[in-house]
Structures are given as structure tokens and as C-alpha cells.
């Protein structure tokens, strides 16, 4: 079992930047790839971003690409994304997840490729 918290969201103005963070109560963190999707209201949760067990590895969304980037922290069992010129469509539930035994780099932008889930963070952006 992994147990997943994240943290970070907030309201801010087109434009602006934030940063959540995931961070995973499990010992053996290091060895899961990670990943970040989001859902808006109305809408299906949808995949964002993924990085690899070790972090070599890293694949976005068309929709955020070159804008957000995801990190991690092994030693402090922390997975990131840095978010950079928030746009309203951004507004969403954002929410980190842990790869399931099959993770891969063809199946990362699929929820069921995903076996851990956090509660989400809110991050609003304003026009």
C-alpha cells in the first residue's frame, strides 16, 4: 500500500506559477514511476504527467507541454510539478499517482496503469 498526499494547489491569476507537491508514505517509493493527472468539473480525469522510477524519464500532455515539468525527490519520497503560465483551462483537481506493477512508457497516460491515488489539490486559475 502506498499512501499519497498532495499539496500545493491554490487560486492564482492567468499568468502565474505554482508548485504541488505528492509526497508518498512508503519506503520503497523509489521504485515506483509517478505521475500526475488532473479532472475539471464535468469533465474525465485526464493525464498530465508522468516520470520514470529512477526520473530519467519524463512525458506531458500536449496541453501542458513546456510548461509544466515534473520532478522527483527520492530521498525525501516526493514527486513534483512545477506548473508555469497558469492558463483558466488549467483549473482543475489535481491528483498524483503510483504506477502499477505493468507501468510503461506506452501506458503512463492511462489511470489504469496506476495502482495509488492521492486525495487531490485544488488549483484554480483566474482570467
Known amino acids: 500500500q502506498v499512501q499519497l498526499v498532495e499539496s500545493g494547489g491554490g487560486l492564482v491569476q492567468a499568468g502565474a506559477s505554482l508548485r504541488l507537491f505528492c509526497v508518498a508514505f512508503?519506503?520503497?517509493?523509489?521504485?515506483?514511476?509517478m505521475g500526475w493527472f488532473r479532472q475539471a468539473p464535468g469533465k474525465e480525469r485526464e493525464f498530465v504527467a508522468a516520470i520514470s522510477w529512477s526520473g530519467g524519464s519524463t512525458y506531458y500532455a500536449d496541453s501542458v507541454k513546456g510548461r509544466f515539468t515534473i520532478s522527483r525527490d527520492n530521498a525525501k519520497n516526493t514527486v513534483y510539478l512545477q506548473m508555469n503560465s497558469l492558463k483558466p483551462e488549467d483549473t482543475a483537481v489535481y491528483y498524483c499517482?503510483?504506477?502499477?506493477?505493468?507501468?510503461?512508457?506506452?501506458?503512463?497516460?492511462?489511470?489504469?496503469?496506476?495502482?495509488?491515488w492521492g486525495q487531490g489539490t485544488q488549483v484554480t486559475v483566474s482570467s
Open positions: 499517482a503510483a504506477g502499477a506493477l505493468g507501468w510503461t512508457a506506452q501506458t503512463m497516460g492511462v489511470m489504469a496503469a496506476y495502482a495509488y
Open positions: 512508503r519506503r520503497t517509493f523509489s521504485s515506483y514511476a
